[in-house]
């Protein structure tokens, strides 16, 4: 295809050979499917900060680590300069998110570079080499629903011991490969420890992809990791390895496994209502 302006310097760089395809765009971005050498990759062009909402970039990026307070001053006013930083400071943490998330052990695409605002990082691909689909482009089996979501919350955990909640965690913005779950688009990724919607965040992150998998694995709908996984971080006794339950316990008492069981046929009944065929009267 014909290169989008916006990728022409790092075709004139050398850095991409061809412009083979490109993705459905979502909000932030454009995605293109590109060739390096015998590598194919995908290269994310950000749209200009004036295309996003201002104010919500900065309920994110509260807590970031501002380079200096110049930048951080500037930020604050909507001056052209202060978008431009805006811009970038948004751009970089997707960037220093894919690197610290990447050797943190979480499945998230491998990063190659950042160049004039365009992202090139690994193409996360399906069988035969396409780029994979969004788990909202796909079917699970029960089985799998409940495999994915083990693993998609493994990462969390991963993630928050890393210092990282993702904040716009869902369907959209995972894709399946034959490996199983890699997590996507993380401009918005926000500090754990200095952000004060972290908490909200991370139970929001959590609670979509219950809902999701718990489309095919109605049981998930009864868990509720976020509140787990946040009480162990405040505790300071998160571990990349921990093993959760699915369970949050209020008091010490330990849980009543036939409540819980009820718990869970009700919320199966319901799900079972909903799917059920309306008949118009
Ligand atoms: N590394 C990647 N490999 C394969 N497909 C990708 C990759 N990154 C993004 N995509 C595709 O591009 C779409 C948009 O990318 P995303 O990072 O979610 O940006 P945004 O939603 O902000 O526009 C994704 O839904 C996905 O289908
Ligand atoms: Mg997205």
């Known amino acids: 295809m014909k290169v989008p302006k916006r990728l022409q310097p790092l075709v004139d760089d050398g850095m991409i050979d061809e412009v083979m395809a490109q993705l459905m765009s979502g909000k932030e971005a454009q995605v293109y499917v590109v060739r390096c050498g015998d590598d194919l990759r995908c290269a994310k062009v950000f749209k200009e900060a004036r295309q996003r909402s201002f104010k919500q970039a900065v309920q994110y990026q509260e807590g970031r680590n501002m380079r200096n307070s110049r930048r951080a001053r500037a930020m604050s006013k909507k001056t052209r300069y202060g978008q431009k930083e805006q811009e970038q400071a948004w751009v970089s943490a997707e960037v220093d998110a894919l690197y610290r998330l990447a050797s943190a052990g979480v499945r998230v695409p491998e990063p190659y570079g950042f160049v004039d605002g365009v992202l090139l990082m690994e193409l996360v691909a399906d069988e035969e080499g396409y780029a994979a689909p969004r788990l909202d482009d796909v079917t699970l089996s029960a089985e799998q629903a409940r495999d994915y979501h083990a693993q998609v919350m493994a990462d969390v955990v991963r993630m928050l011991c890393a210092g990282l909640v993702h904040g716009d965690l869902s369907e959209f913005n995972v ?85 819980l069981m009820e718990v869970i046929d009700d919320v199966r009944a319901e799900e079972a209502e909903r799917l059920a065929p309306v008949w118009e009267e």
């Open 175 to 259: 894709l399946l490969d034959r490996d199983g779950p890699v997590i996507i688009d993380l401009p918005q990724a926000v500090d754990a420890a200095g952000n004060n919607n972290a908490a909200m965040m991370l139970q929001r992150d959590v609670d979509n992809m219950r809902n999701y998998f718990g489309r095919f694995a109605p049981e998930l709908l009864a868990t509720d990791y976020g509140r787990e996984i946040w009480a162990l971080y405040e505790a300071g006794e998160l571990h990349p390895e921990s093993t959760l339950t699915g369970v949050f316990e209020h008091d010490t008492t330990s849980v009543d496994v036939t409540d």
